[in-house]
């Protein structure tokens, strides 16, 4: 089980970008549709639904030569939606709130992929609102984990992506002046942290609702490549552990986390939290995890999913390559099980197709392995 690319999706499916992004019919369809052709065990969900009258949203849409789609929306703002990418929203005229701008009180749950991109004060929607945020999900929110339950009947494990509240603050002020609070207003953002662990924990306990199978925080930008391991434990720690005690609360079966890069160095942190699995497990050099060790150290505590590397292995090595490096990651991964084979972070949009039906072989030569 791979967490694909967007880009991935639209190079191996005939879907418009404006409509795999946009529609939880579009993206569900595109999930569905690879996660059968590579036999995968299970989805993750990772954008939010839509409303079934999305286009009734935009302006119009406006398709160039080279694939391209740009989503006009009514107050001029532009969303260009390229064939291979992620989505890109122009605002020229908008720009992110400071650590002064931002009323606490207004905070409950952010999430960069909705129309419009981010927004402060935070809606759905494309609008701007002139207040605090409802704290009622909308019922479309759910609908791609509706549409996705539906098709696959439970013959798929079927997770869902929740923001941590760490990544949420990170995004609402930008990296570089995110991490220049940190040091200069810490009061100030444990309590933006607190109410966005409040917000991310009542999601995925909402998510749980509506029958998904795993809920995972993700949580990029917590490695060593933007945070020491005394700010880890300070300012993310305690937060992803709250957002973890709600989910489990409100019914969530397993709660697992996503952070990318260089965790060699907190993966005893990431314990802490109360997780039930850690994803990606980057492998040197674009991590610092060593499998073998992490297994040996916290195997018994938690599950792994990933390590194979995304970049020399996946997008840059062939189906042989690859077959060998998941047989390694077998062997190693799967003693007393707790393991899942898959890419370390995303699979690319142009890794070969034929690389990853290679780790279904040997998933699937390997079998049970104790």
Request: net charge negative.
């Amino acid at each position: 089980m791979c967490q694909l690319a967007i880009g991935h999706y639209l190079l191996n499916t005939d879907m418009s970008p404006a409509e795999l992004w946009f529609s939880s019919e579009g993206f569900a369809r595109a999930l569905v549709e690879l996660a059968r052709r590579y036999r995968f065990d299970g989805i993750l969900i990772n954008l939010p639904g839509r409303p079934v009258n999305w286009r009734e949203q935009m302006d119009r849409i406006e398709r160039m030569p080279d694939g391209t789609e740009m989503v006009i929306w009514p107050n001029g703002e532009i969303t260009r939606c390229p064939p291979d990418d992620n989505p890109q929203h122009l605002a020229p005229g908008r720009s992110r709130p400071t650590l002064e701008d931002v009323n606490p009180d207004w905070l409950y749950y952010d999430d960069p992929h909705v129309p419009c991109g981010l927004k402060y004060p935070f809606s759905f929607g494309p609008e701007v609102p002139s207040g605090p945020p409802s704290r009622n999900w909308p019922p479309y929110l759910f609908r791609t984990i509706e549409l996705v339950r539906e098709a696959t009947g439970g013959e798929l494990s079927v997770h869902s992506e929740v923001f941590s509240p760490f990544t949420q603050f990170l995004e609402l002020f930008g990296y570089e002046n995110g991490l220049i609070y940190l040091l200069e207003e810490p009061d100030r953002c444990h309590t933006i942290l607190k109410a966005y662990a409040a917000g991310a924990g009542d999601l995925a306990a909402a998510q749980a609702r509506h029958g998904v199978d795993a809920v995972l925080i993700s949580s990029a930008f917590a490695g060593a490549g933007f945070i020491s391991r005394e700010q880890y434990r300070e300012f993310v720690l305690p937060y992803e552990g709250e957002v973890i005690r709600r989910a489990k609360e409100g019914g969530a079966p397993f709660v697992y986390t996503h952070t990318c890069g260089a965790i060699g160095d907190r993966l005893d942190l990431m314990v802490e939290t109360g997780t039930d699995g850690i994803d990606t497990l980057d492998p040197p050099p674009l991590g610092t995890v060593d499998l073998a060790e992490a297994k040996e150290r916290y195997g018994d505590r938690v599950f792994f999913k990933g390590n194979i590397d995304s970049v020399n292995t996946l997008l840059k090595g062939d189906a042989e390559t690859v077959r060998k490096d998941a047989e390694m990651r077998v062997r190693i991964g799967s003693r007393g099980s707790g393991y899942i084979l898959s890419s370390a972070c995303s699979v690319a949009p142009r890794v070969p197709p034929e690389n990853l039906m290679a780790l279904v072989e040997v998933a699937e030569a390997a079998g049970p392995v104790r």
